[in-house]
């Protein structure tokens, strides 16, 4: 089977647009971007912060004005990780479920549009979500435009939210942000409601499927090519075999 990259349902559909291909960390292995290929990536709003990641490349990209969208795939909610400044961050606040925009293969991987504006990102959102017959798990296409009720507002909008996931340790500024933020959606006549999904902190789930898929994109490499590896990512097979 060609092996494709999780992004290919949805790049193919932009590819008469692109620039060009941004930075990420080696593999995407994690939320911050920075690599021994292309060094750091910084917020351009300001360098002293990150621009997030596993695509920050992308975010800075957008956050710079290099171009009005970019396609980010994820894994384990990344593509929401948040850079810490509100004009490089447009792209933590649209984040499709899982199924409605495209992956050419999907596991725990799926795509979101980064974009500077929330009309840009659902404009974009509008193509990610066209069907792709490669994607075994997508949900059944519905034809919308999501740009529709954008100005409608959230009067009556049923809302759930949680701080904490039920388990996570939140820092108190942060927890302190997201709840003012929270309370916006009431101030606009939302029904806003604290309720945590019910499952414990699913990241040993993760790391199993994970640590032995990074061993697998590392077993064939050289030993020249692994010198050029990040050394934390280099412990990611040995990590892998406690869940042989």
Not at 17 to 38: M, R
Not at 89 to 117: D, K, M
Not at 155 to 183: M, N, T, W
Request: aromatic share 6%.
């Amino acid at each position: 089977m060609e092996r494709r990259c999780a992004g290919d349902g949805a790049a193919a559909r932009a590819r008469r647009g692109v620039a060009g291909k941004t930075t990420t960390p080696e593999f995407g292995w994690k939320a911050v971007t920075d690599s021994a290929l292309t060094g750091i990536t910084r917020n351009p709003w300001n360098p002293a912060k990150t621009p997030g990641g596993s695509s920050g490349g992308a975010v800075a990209a957008v956050g710079a004005g290099m171009g009005p969208l970019a396609v980010a795939p994820t894994a384990a909610a990344r593509s929401a990780s948040p850079a810490p400044s509100p004009e490089c961050s447009a792209s933590s606040l649209v984040r499709p479920r899982s199924g409605l925009a495209a992956v050419a293969f999907r596991t725990v991987a799926h795509v979101g549009p980064i974009a500077r504006s929330v009309t840009d990102a659902a404009l974009m959102l509008d193509v990610l979500s066209l069907p792709d017959a490669r994607d075994w798990h997508a949900l059944p296409y519905d034809a919308r435009d999501y740009r529709t009720t954008l100005e409608h507002g959230v009067q009556d909008l049923r809302i759930a939210f949680s701080p904490d996931l039920g388990y996570a340790k939140v820092d108190a500024e942060v927890k302190e942000l997201f709840l003012h933020a929270v309370s916006v959606f009431t101030d606009l006549g939302a029904r806003v409601e604290e309720k945590h999904p019910g499952f414990e902190n699913p990241e040993p789930i993760f790391r199993a499927q994970w640590f032995p898929g990074a061993a697998f994109l590392l077993k064939d490499l050289s030993v020249e090519k692994r010198k050029l590896v990040d050394p934390v990512c280099l412990t990611r097979p040995t990590r892998a075999r406690n869940f042989q």
